[in-house]
């Protein structure tokens, strides 16, 4: 990346389509706005600052040369979502009863698979 740059917008003065959640921020709403220059030429993007945090977030933690969009999480990632950043969780409809869910059933295919396997 050759330039990069973020700055907050107090309200936004039409609807934008959030590159973190894939929802809309509204009129009104603030957002961030984040623009940059790569490989592929000039990108501009427009985030919730929830949104925008959390995707920083979470690259931090992946210690990655990759940069890996907010929206290429993971079940894994769903605790941290729903402790640190409640409002992006909410946008993707993470709740504690769905990760629970998704417990059960990793639980269940680990277990089947473990079966599999020492046979």
Excluded at 32 to 37: A, D, L, Q, S
Aim: aromatic share 16%.
């Amino acid at each position: 990346m050759t330039f990069c740059n973020e700055h907050p917008v107090k309200a936004v003065r039409k609807n934008h389509f959030c590159e973190g959640c894939g929802k809309y921020v509204l009129i009104g709403e603030p957002a961030i706005r984040w623009t940059g220059i790569g490989e592929d030429g000039f990108a501009s993007a427009i985030y919730h600052p929830e949104c925008r945090e959390a995707e920083v977030y979470m690259n931090r933690e992946a210690s990655s040369f990759e940069w890996w969009p907010l929206g290429n999480h993971e079940e894994d990632d769903w605790p941290w979502l729903m402790e640190k950043f409640p409002a992006v969780a909410a946008r993707f409809n993470i709740t504690p009863e769905r990760y629970k869910e998704y417990q059960e059933r990793y639980a269940a295919t680990w277990s089947t698979h473990s079966r599999k396997t020492e046979q």
